[in-house]
């Protein structure tokens, strides 16, 4: 038997539509256009290919986007100041700073200055706070956008057993805290935990995002599940010529295809999701600053 394959890339074209339509609808009932602020310190390749791709698809979603690239020498208090500015600026609606900063910077501090309600990664710690307190938040793109996708599946993800490998702040950690939300029985592994393959195999909701390609083989996989693999992984390709390389996941797509139930590819699963929702919460943040209604089935 051969697992479904999940369509990320489809799922987030469907969601892209939804907010364009929203927006060229606030645009001639308020004459009023949500804007994106996408900050990049540092030259690192694979950053400058997703601001690329968050800038174009802000724009063919209708709207503005402002990006801010500053050299890697870039001192935290001339990061503050911009902030300062972004969140001051009424044509900003989102203000996102691309991870990781340069070393000599202070990640926390710095998105700790972005205004929490322009704060579309969420991951301010009063965001993060208020996802954890079950209130009203911005929910980090990527695992708002794994929560679409086990939503779309399954429906209701009460009492499923959920394990979610990694506990970053960015991923692990906040997809817990909805899987939880939504019900689920979570388990979070990380590089300590004991017998990890047992755990795995315990999971109807497989959520994958350690950083490690191909780490997760099918024979860790319970019959059935569903797999979200959020890894990023580009990899040596001899295959395809000298010198190039190809994107796998942290799971072994492989042999989990051939157990899992359903399972994301990469690339073409969670990575499209998560550009789709960080348009999505810019247009709920936009709706929130405005006092307007927010859009229906873009929100955790
Ligand atoms: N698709 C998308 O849109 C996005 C994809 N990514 C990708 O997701 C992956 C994870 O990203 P991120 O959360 O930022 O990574 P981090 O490096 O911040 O976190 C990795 C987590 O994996 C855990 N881990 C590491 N090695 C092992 C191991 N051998 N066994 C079990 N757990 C382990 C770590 O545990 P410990 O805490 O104990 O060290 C840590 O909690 C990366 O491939 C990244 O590129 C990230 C963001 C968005
Ligand atoms: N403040 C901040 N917020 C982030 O959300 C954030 C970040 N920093 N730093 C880096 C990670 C990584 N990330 C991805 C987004 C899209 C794809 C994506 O679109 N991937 C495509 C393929 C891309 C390709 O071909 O290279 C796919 O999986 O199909 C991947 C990874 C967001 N991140």
Not at 66 to 86: G, M, V, Y
Request: charge should be negative; aromatic fraction near 2%.
């Amino acid at each position: 038997m051969s697992a479904e394959i999940i369509d990320g890339k489809a799922f987030a074209a469907t969601i892209r539509g939804k907010v364009t339509e929203h927006v060229a609808r606030l645009h001639s009932e308020h004459g009023l256009t949500p804007g994106l602020a996408v900050v990049l310190v540092g030259e690192d390749p694979a950053s400058q290919v997703y601001v690329r791709n968050k800038g174009q698809q802000t724009e063919e979603s209708g709207m503005a986007s402002f990006e801010h690239r500053l050299p890697a020498e870039t001192s935290e208090a001339d990061l503050l100041a911009l902030i300062a500015r972004l969140n001051a600026a009424p044509a900003v609606h989102g203000i996102l700073v691309q991870l990781p900063l340069p070393d000599h910077i202070d990640s926390a501090k710095v998105l700790d200055a972005i205004d929490p309600a322009k704060d579309v990664d969420g991951f301010h710690i009063s965001n993060v706070g208020l996802l954890a307190t079950g209130q009203k938040a911005l929910v980090p793109c990527t695992p708002l956008g794994c929560l679409m996708l086990l939503r779309d599946r399954h429906g209701s993800l009460a009492g499923m057993d959920a394990v979610v490998v990694g506990r970053s702040n960015i991923v692990g950690k906040p997809m817990a805290q909805l899987l939880l939300r939504d019900s689920a029985t979570v388990t979070i592994a990380h590089s300590r935990t004991g017998d990890l393959a047992g755990v795995c195999r315990r999971a109807d909701i497989l959520v994958a995002a350690v950083g490690r390609p191909e780490m997760i083989p099918g024979d860790w996989i319970k019959p059935g599940a569903t797999v979200i693999d959020v890894g990023i992984n580009r990899i040596p390709a001899p295959e395809k010529g000298e010198g190039k390389s190809r994107l796998v996941g942290d799971v072994h797509f492989d042999s989990a295809v051939q157990v899992a139930g359903a399972i994301t590819p990469v690339p073409g699963g969670v990575g499209p999701m998560t550009i789709a929702c960080l348009l999505a919460n810019t247009l709920t943040a936009f709706c929130r600053a405005h006092g307007l209604a927010e859009p229906e089935g873009l929100t955790a």
